[in-house]
């Protein structure tokens, strides 16, 4: 049955799909018409920006907006958003890319071979593809490095972002330079010894503060992101293993035997393994190359040894099926063999019985639940809980976003249909047993949360203004007393260093501030720290030793670069980004309405 709703959202499907066909339409027309026909939406330095190139984009972020939020559309407020977000993405590319021709950064085919060959790319060694029973496996992944068109894309990523951008960032922080000033400069703030008194302005003794309700709200509308409740499911699922019936493994039997009487009439078995061996490496005629001579079953040893190692042997069975064996070369501990493999597969019949109950059983599960179901055919139900787009690990499966990406679609209750699993040689039936959209924890639940919060931070900057006070009112000889008579604690620090804890507890800042101002008396403003606000008094100072710079200068250097690589790309680029003269024209979207094109992925 269509009601009106479904009725009103297939026409909003249709005409979404209108509008893009008609920008497919038009932007072709521009292309085929010449380059003056081209249209541009932006401007970066000297670089114009095609309206096609920024709708790509656009698309991009749209896909993976849905993907973030169990196939929700954006809204036009968040649409908005990804307007921006792509022009930004836009600037950063042709940035970047200026950049790569400046400084010369070419990357080869061979070197993104040899990066991907030496690492995979980031969350592929969860991909389902490269598991086996759950566990990352190399080969899997170098088999399809080699020779599967996906990693084509893959390796074009890396060839135009990827590893430019890793050499770009290198190629900068080598350039970095140190002066002498800087080393001297952190020398002897590293080096320098004080005695110092510290009062200590704890937010915990900071009374007479409340906080009003229109602080919680306008506290929790700013950092409502915060309370967001990512969306999440709780899945239920059956596994049915694609296994051999007793059938099919009497037909495995029947036909070993069979080849075997094939050899026995002078067939080679080299041609016989061609033709029907299951082994990998069929297609050479069955040689598996070199084993152990301990490796071979008992009997299959002393067959061939009172056969003198030739000719063949009879079908023995082991954990891949039936086999018949036939020594090509034996060494003193090891043959080379060839092998014949018959492996007892699940029949066309018995794939078609599972089938059919699978298709009963998600009929039956539909009804009554997965739980009720699972009892009435005897089958056991795993669960997995709180599975999001950021977690989609599903214990000894693997990482499942498809699964994930489903439920969000589906809802609660909803019995996915049935998945493959190659690596388990499975078949899994899913239902979904819990579906939590994006959404935000309610003001009321987080109020009294919020106003903690609210009110350490009123604390905190009414200890910074006491000690802020303090530095105003009184002298150094008066300092430390007033102190005591108010009940702040304050400690004596003798030989204070650039590494010297203040309460068990290290603050670089506090401690650079200190050594670095070198004058004895009242530091003249709050040294602010998580534990609170303090107010230093320096009783005397004592800089670094000039005669032991020498020594300790190469390390210092080491020490001020290794400071200023942390952050040192982000920090450049920005810099660039801030100096880069942009200009974007979205009224040059004017083939179709604004209003239009914000529903347009």
């Known amino acids: 049955m269509i009601t009106g709703k479904t009725t009103i959202h297939i026409c909003n499907k249709l005409r979404i799909t209108i509008l893009l066909l008609a920008l497919v339409l038009f932007l072709a027309s521009c292309a085929t018409t010449g380059k003056e026909k081209v249209i541009y939406i932006g401007k970066v330095g000297d670089t114009k920006i095609s309206i096609e190139t920024f709708l790509h984009e656009v698309r991009r972020k749209y896909e993976g907006f849905?993907?973030?939020?169990?196939?929700?559309?954006?809204?036009?407020?968040?649409?908005?958003?990804?307007?921006?977000?792509?022009?930004?993405?836009?600037?950063?590319?042709?940035?970047?890319?200026?950049?790569?021709?400046?400084?010369?950064?070419?990357?080869?085919?061979?070197?993104?071979?040899?990066?991907?060959?030496?690492?995979?790319?980031?969350?592929?060694?969860?991909?389902?593809?490269?598991?086996?029973?759950?566990?990352?496996?190399?080969?899997?992944?170098?088999?399809?490095?080699?020779?599967?068109?996906?990693?084509?894309?893959?390796?074009?990523?890396?060839l135009t972002a990827y590893l430019p951008r890793v050499k770009l960032e290198q190629k900068l922080k080598d350039n970095i330079l140190v002066t002498e000033d800087e080393i001297r400069a952190e020398y002897d703030i590293r080096y320098a010894v004080?005695?110092?008194?510290?009062?200590?302005?704890?937010?915990?003794?900071m009374t007479g503060l409340h906080v009003s309700q229109p602080e919680i709200t306008q506290y929790y509308d700013n950092h409502l992101k915060d309370y967001a409740i990512n969306a999440e499911c709780d899945l239920n699922y059956v596994i049915y293993p694609v296994q051999p019936t007793l059938k099919d493994t009497l037909r495995s039997r029947q036909l070993i035997d069979s080849l075997y009487q094939e050899l026995l009439l002078g067939e080679p078995l080299s041609h016989l393994a061609t033709k029907f061996s299951d082994g990998a490496e069929a297609y050479k005629g069955g040689?598996?190359?070199?084993?152990?001579?301990?490796?071979?079953?008992?009997?299959?040893?002393?067959?061939?040894?009172?056969?003198?190692?030739?000719?063949?042997?009879?079908?023995?069975?082991?954990?891949?099926?039936?086999?018949?064996?036939?020594?090509?070369?034996?060494?003193?501990?090891m043959v080379k063999l060839r092998e014949l493999l018959i492996r007892p597969d699940a029949s066309t019949e018995t794939l078609l019985d599972l089938e059919e109950e699978m298709i009963l059983f998600r009929e039956l599960a539909t009804e009554i639940g997965m739980k009720r179901a699972a009892v009435e055919y005897g089958k056991k139900i795993s669960s997995v809980k709180g599975l999001n787009y950021k977690n989609t690990l599903v214990p000894g499966i693997g990482k499942q976003e498809s699964w994930v990406r489903q439920a969000m679609q589906v809802g609660k209750g909803a019995i996915l249909p049935p998945k493959l699993i190659e690596s388990l040689n499975s078949w899994i039936l899913i239902?979904?047993?819990?579906?939590?959209?994006?959404?935000?924890?309610?003001?009321?639940?987080?109020?009294?949360?919020?106003?903690?919060?609210?009110?350490?931070?009123?604390?905190?900057?009414?200890?910074?203004?006491?000690?802020?006070?303090?530095?105003?009112?009184?002298?150094?000889?008066?300092?430390?007393?007033?102190?005591?008579?108010?009940?702040?604690?304050?400690?004596?620090?003798?030989?204070?260093?650039?590494?010297?804890?203040?309460?068990?507890?290290?603050?670089?800042?506090?401690?650079?501030?200190?050594?670095?101002?070198?004058?004895?008396?009242?530091?003249?403003?709050?040294?602010?720290?998580?534990?609170?606000?303090?107010?230093?008094?320096?009783?005397?100072?004592?800089?670094?030793?000039?005669?032991?710079?020498?020594?300790?200068?190469?390390?210092v250097k080491e020490q001020i670069l290794e400071k200023k690589k942390r952050g040192y790309f982000d920090i450049w680029f920005n810099n660039l980004r801030k100096k880069t003269k942009t200009q974007f024209w979205p009224e040059k979207l004017e083939k179709m309405s604004r209003q239009d094109f914000r529903k347009t992925p």
């Open 66 to 158: 849905k993907l973030k939020n169990g196939g929700k559309n954006p809204n036009e407020e968040e649409m908005e958003k990804l307007y921006r977000q792509t022009w930004e993405t836009i600037i950063e590319s042709v940035i970047l890319h200026s950049q790569y021709e400046k400084y010369q950064i070419v990357d080869s085919e061979q070197e993104v071979s040899d990066s991907l060959h030496a690492a995979p790319p980031p969350g592929m060694k969860n991909a389902t593809a490269f598991l086996t029973k759950g566990v990352f496996d190399r080969q899997k992944y170098l088999n399809l490095l080699e020779n599967d068109p996906l990693f084509d894309s893959i390796k074009y990523i890396y």
């Open 194 to 205: 004080a005695n110092v008194e510290l009062i200590h302005f704890e937010p915990a003794k």
């Open 287 to 333: 040689i598996i190359g070199f084993k152990e001579l301990d490796s071979l079953p008992d009997s299959v040893f002393q067959y061939f040894e009172k056969q003198s190692w030739n000719g063949f042997s009879k079908p023995f069975r082991t954990e891949d099926g039936w086999k018949i064996i036939e020594p090509v070369q034996k060494l003193r501990t």
């Open 431 to 555: 239902e979904v047993a819990k579906c939590q959209a994006n959404d935000f924890i309610p003001l009321i639940e987080v109020s009294d949360e919020i106003r903690r919060i609210v009110l350490h931070q009123k604390k905190v900057e009414a200890s910074r203004q006491k000690a802020d006070d303090y530095i105003s009112l009184y002298k150094p000889t008066e300092i430390t007393e007033q102190a005591q008579v108010d009940g702040f604690p304050v400690y004596q620090i003798y030989r204070f260093t650039y590494s010297k804890p203040v309460r068990k507890e290290y603050c670089e800042s506090l401690n650079r501030k200190l050594l670095s101002h070198s004058k004895i008396g009242i530091y003249p403003e709050p040294l602010v720290t998580e534990a609170g606000s303090f107010v230093a008094n320096i009783i005397n100072f004592h800089h670094a030793d000039d005669g032991g710079y020498s020594m300790v200068k190469n390390k």
